[in-house]
């Protein structure tokens, strides 16, 4: 154990001495949740009830009244410029609302008067916008339609036979869960991004740098080097899934999320909980790191296994948030899937077996175990040694 305990002060030393490393461990732990938590705060300014759609009206002398009413329900006339059309393709407007001169007369005559709505279909902002408009111009004239109805005596109800009545059984956490399904993805891509420079350091690079050779010949064990080497790339990825759940929680108390339409509640409690279930996958990534660097010839070969193993969490977590899984007990013994599927239970507020939870951490574990087992049998062969 005393050279085990040298070897990891060395690494770790090493580690802390390379700006790499220290700039690749903190980057995305500190930067990474700031511009999810940024994206989000975006999406809910783009998508906030209040924010007024900005329009231009063609025609608008045909219908004082239904100006009126586009008014008090948040549309903002601007002045029509040369171009709306071109003034619209630019972004500078929402869309543009083209009002018939036959409007009137077709109220009168009890048709249909149709209203215009021009947008862009290539910008978001101005989607969101058209469906809004749709939304009143509709809500305007069912008010007209129930109007004539009761002017004629006619009990309004008679025109809906059948009424819906939706029952939603999603609790306030659940529908949370669906805006924030990245935060599982970031909480697990920290433990593989974190420890990933060190492991390619300890291993391609320290090969690279001839120093592996002269460790190898101290009259320490194989296994105690490996050990040593993983526990120290082990120690950089559980330090980046810790930095990441603290620039999460930071990053949601500075910016604003409230226009997200769901009550968003990222407390200490919840990250604290995202943490416990997603750090078992801290070891597992620094082992299979290791392992892929020591079968890298060169410090840049290292580098593209290693970020091509990113791909596999990433993967996982992209599927996973676009449809929620709910956990089964086989997903436990999947190595990144079982601690996947756990944090979005957790993200979601269901109830956890805790056998689910204890069978994914000594699935992790046995299969670090493994890989470091592997990695200090490599490690007697020349070819890996001198990078043959």
Known sequence: MSAFWTVLGKELLDAVRDRRSLFAALLYPLFGPILVVGMYAWMGKQQAPDRPVQVVVVGEDHAPRFRAFLEAHGVEFRPAPSDPEAALAEGDLDAIV???????????????AVVRIVTNGSRPKTLRAA????????????????????????????????????????????????????LPLFVVLAAFV???YVATD??????????????????????AIVAAKWAATSVFAVTSVLFTAVAMWAAFRLLPVEGLGVPVEVDAWLLLELVIVALPVA????????????????????????????????LLGIVTTADPIVPRAWMSLVPVLGPVAALGAVLRGDVLPPSFVAASVVVSLVLAAVAVAVASRLLQSERIVFGR
């Open 98 to 112: 083209e009002i018939p001169s036959s409007f009137g007369e077709d109220l009168r005559a009890q048709r249909p």
């Open 194 to 196: 974190g420890g990933m």
């Open 202 to 223: 300890a291993s391609a690079g320290e090969r690279e740098r001839g120093s592996l050779e002269p460790l190898l010949l101290h009259p320490v064990s194989r296994a």
């Open 131 to 182: 469906a809004r408009l749709e939304r009143l111009v509709d809500r305007y004239g069912r008010g007209i339609g129930l109007s004539r109805l009761l002017l004629r005596g006619v009990d309004p109800r008679i025109v809906q036979a059948v009424a819906p009545e939706r029952v939603d059984l999603s609790t306030e956490r659940s529908r949370a869960a669906m805006v924030l399904g990245f």
């Open 283 to 314: 070891p597992l990534a620094a082992s299979l790191q290791l392992l892929l660097a020591f079968f890298a010839r060169t410090f840049k070969e290292a580098q593209t296994y290693l970020s091509l193993l990113i791909f596999v969490p990433m």
